[in-house]
C-alpha cells in the first residue's frame, strides 16, 4: 500500500530498496537508451574515420590525376612545338634548295658561255696558227 501512494507521487524504490524518483523501468531504459547512443557516437566515429580516409584517398588520386593531365598537356604542347619546328624547318630546305637551283642555273649558264668563249677563242687559236 505504501509502495501505490509513493509510486502515485512519483517515488519508487529500486532493487535495493532505495527510494527514487524515476520508475526502476524507465531508469532501465535510460540506461539502455545511454548504451546505445554510445555505440552510434562509436560507430559514427569510426564512420567518419573511413569517410576521412575515402576523402584523403579521392584527393590523392585526383591530384594524380591532375599532375598526370599536365603531362598529358605538355607532351602534347612538346610534340605541336616539334611539328611546328619541323615545318620551319621543311620551309627552310625548301628555301635552301630553291635557292641552290637557281645558283645551279646560274653556274650552267656560265658554264655554257664559258664554253662558247673557249671555243670562240679555240677558233681565234686555229685561224691564227693556219695564217702564219
Do not use: W
Not at 610534340?79 to 634548295?97: C, D
Amino acid at each position: 500500500m505504501a509502495k501505490d501512494i509513493l509510486g502515485d507521487a512519483g517515488l519508487h524504490f529500486d532493487e535495493l530498496n532505495k527510494l527514487r524518483v524515476l520508475d526502476p523501468e524507465v531508469t532501465q531504459q535510460t540506461i539502455e537508451l545511454k548504451e546505445e547512443c554510445k555505440d552510434f557516437v562509436d560507430k559514427i566515429g569510426q564512420f567518419q574515420k573511413i569517410v576521412g580516409g575515402l576523402i584523403e584517398l579521392v584527393d590523392q588520386l585526383a591530384k594524380e590525376a591532375e599532375n598526370e593531365k599536365m603531362k598529358a598537356i605538355g607532351a602534347r604542347n612538346l610534340l605541336k612545338s616539334i611539328a611546328k619546328q619541323r615545318e620551319a624547318q621543311q620551309q627552310q630546305l625548301q628555301a635552301l634548295i630553291a635557292e641552290k637551283k637557281m645558283q645551279l642555273e646560274r653556274y650552267r649558264v656560265e658554264y655554257e658561255a664559258l664554253c662558247k668563249v673557249e671555243a670562240e677563242q679555240n677558233e681565234f687559236i686555229d685561224q691564227f696558227i693556219f695564217q702564219k
